[in-house]
């Protein structure tokens, strides 16, 4: 096997992701056109988008740090808007399309229509987080958005097997398509009840932070494999365990959180960025064999789908968003700044991406009588553009329509005062633990060692009330920059020391090593007092 391609697509799209950074265009978008220049330079490999890999190995792992970075408690505050979106838009998108599709295009059959559907209806978990980050959306918004993203991919694949089995013919009806819905989602979510228990416990019993971590990387796989296994959602699966893992994951070692926390943040990273890449370079694959359509034909459908798939996420998302408002006093109450402008965000906010693709290359070539699937290219191709047109369209102005809607962004000064009164509390409580600590002949400490632990605690409580002050009239510094560079300075001061008397054999690399990571850990708990 050659690993070169894999490593230079890696590498690549790596590049292309940090490059993004210093630029306004989010790094989906630039990694898609990117892949899409790529896709026809000589030299390049054709990389193919294989559904048995995309969905068992990398679906997985980005649905797993989605749902760590998620709130359990936001989710089920805004259980309502998600299901409504993850399930009655992904269904209503699915029969909506593919039906209108149907009728647009010559010679596409229904059920045929109906799988396309199904591939195009779900916004996708990755496109959604990677966008909302850039852009800075309410954080309401990106709850709602990242909670619809994190299950309607369970609801599409469900929808999407059902319609398959109907263009194959091998039959569907209304109750088998529940049946299998049912199954799907009860399922997804039980194996996900049944392991979350027993592997956070190993989470917590585990004593080496390595074997914590190399746990946490087998979680998503095990979830999905195991949900998989019996027929119901892996995707589901997945995510009911990581929110309850990520929901208590202040019990796990805090040495097992650090490293996690840099873990998954790499995976994360990588597998994003190659996600998007390989999108682009799908564009040769889904441009052969078009059939009976020629380019100009296809490429009208393709902006007719898109107007499509556009068009009815604004017809679901207002009678989702008002209908229960106006029926309930109760939602009315507690939803008080609902208006016109949300529905029109999260509308426009429906990007696809690699989850669509991935489950249109899975259509099957042929179908139970021998012929070839019917328009089976047309439907990749029609994929294709839809996740290319939402991401570059709607990625693009999603930033200009909320800097005009002038939506409420997050309101930094209540949040850090907010903040500043929790940790006061906080650490209220840990010097009234200490104070009673040492109480005890045998928690007798040295004075100055006493001293350093009084300190460490008041500069905890007080770091965050300075972050409320003015900057520094002389530098234009934030308390918060001033800390950390002086931080910085006395710590790089300190290494510089280890690394000469390790040069002159004063002490040996086991020990600077030793020394450099206590102040790794010191500088990192330097910057969490004034990020966190």
């Known amino acids: 096997m050659d690993v070169l391609p894999l490593v230079a697509l890696i590498a690549a799209s790596a590049a292309v992701a940090g490059a993004a950074r210093r630029t306004p265009v989010p790094a989906p978008l630039l990694l898609v056109a990117v892949g899409l220049v ?11 988008l294989d559904p048995h890999i995309v969905l068992p190995l990398i679906l997985p792992p980005l649905l797993h740090t989605a749902a760590l970075e998620s709130s359990y408690l936001d989710l089920r505050a805004n259980v309502r808007p998600v299901a409504l979106l993850s399930v009655g838009y992904v269904l209503f998108a699915t029969v909506a399309v593919g039906w209108l599709a149907y009728e647009l295009i010559p010679d596409l059959p229904l059920p045929a229509a109906l799988v396309l559907g199904a591939v195009i209806a779900p916004p996708d978990a990755v496109a959604a987080t990677a966008i909302a980050r850039k852009v800075g959306l309410p954080a309401r918004i990106t709850t709602i958005l990242q909670g619809e993203s994190l299950v309607n991919d369970a609801t599409a694949i469900t929808a999407y097997k059902v319609a398959l089995a109907a263009a194959v013919g091998e039959g569907a009806s209304w109750a088998g398509g529940i049946r299998e819905f049912l199954v799907a989602s009860v399922g997804g979510v039980g194996v996900g009840l049944v392991l979350m228990v027993p592997l956070h416990w190993l989470r917590t019993h585990l004593k080496e932070a390595i074997l914590q971590n190399t746990l946490s990387l087998l979680i998503p796989f095990v979830a999905y494999a195991a949900a998989e296994q019996v027929g119901a959602s892996g995707v589901l699966a997945v995510v009911t365990v990581a929110l309850y893992l990520g929901h208590h994951a202040w019990q796990v070692d805090f040495e097992t959180r650090l490293q996690e926390a840099a873990v998954w943040k790499v995976v994360a990273f990588i597998l994003e960025s190659a996600v998007f890449a390989l999108i682009g370079l799908q564009l040769p694959f889904v441009l052969k064999d078009l059939g009976e359509y020629s380019v100009g034909e296809a490429l009208g459908y393709a902006v007719a789908v898109f107007v499509l798939v556009v068009v009815m996420r604004f017809v679901w998302s207002y009678p989702a968003t008002y209908l229960p408002w106006w029926l309930s006093a109760r939602i009315r109450e507690r939803e008080r700044d609902t208006d016109w402008r949300r529905p029109l965000v999260v509308s426009w906010a429906g990007m696809r991406g690699v989850v669509s693709l991935a489950i249109a290359f899975s259509i099957p070539l042929f179908v139970d009588d021998g012929s070839r699937f019917p328009a089976r ?45 929790a940790q006061n509390a906080a650490s209220q409580a840990a010097e009234e633990r200490v104070n009673e600590l040492m109480e005890d002949e045998r928690n007798c400490l040295p004075e100055p060692l006493e001293d350093r632990l009084r300190t460490v605690l008041e500069r905890r409580r007080n770091s965050v009330w300075e972050r409320l002050g003015h900057a520094n009239p002389v530098t234009g510094e ?6 950390r560079r002086l931080t910085r300075e006395a710590i790089a001061a300190e290494r510089e020391v280890f690394v000469r008397m390790r040069d002159e054999r004063r002490i040996d690399d086991e020990m600077m090593r030793t020394l450099l990571r206590k102040l790794d850990l010191e500088e990192a708990a330097a910057y969490r007092e004034v990020d966190d």
């Open 478 to 483: 934030s308390a918060d920059d001033t800390y």
């Open 377 to 421: 290219n047309l439907v990749l191709f029609l994929t294709f553009t839809t996740v290319i047109g939402t991401l570059v369209v709607q990625g693009l102005s999603l930033p200009w329509l909320i800097k005009i809607l002038k939506l409420p962004g997050r309101d930094t000064q209540a949040e850090t005062l907010a903040e500043a009164q």
């Open 38 to 48: 790529a896709s026809y330079l000589p030299g390049v490999p054709h990389y193919t």
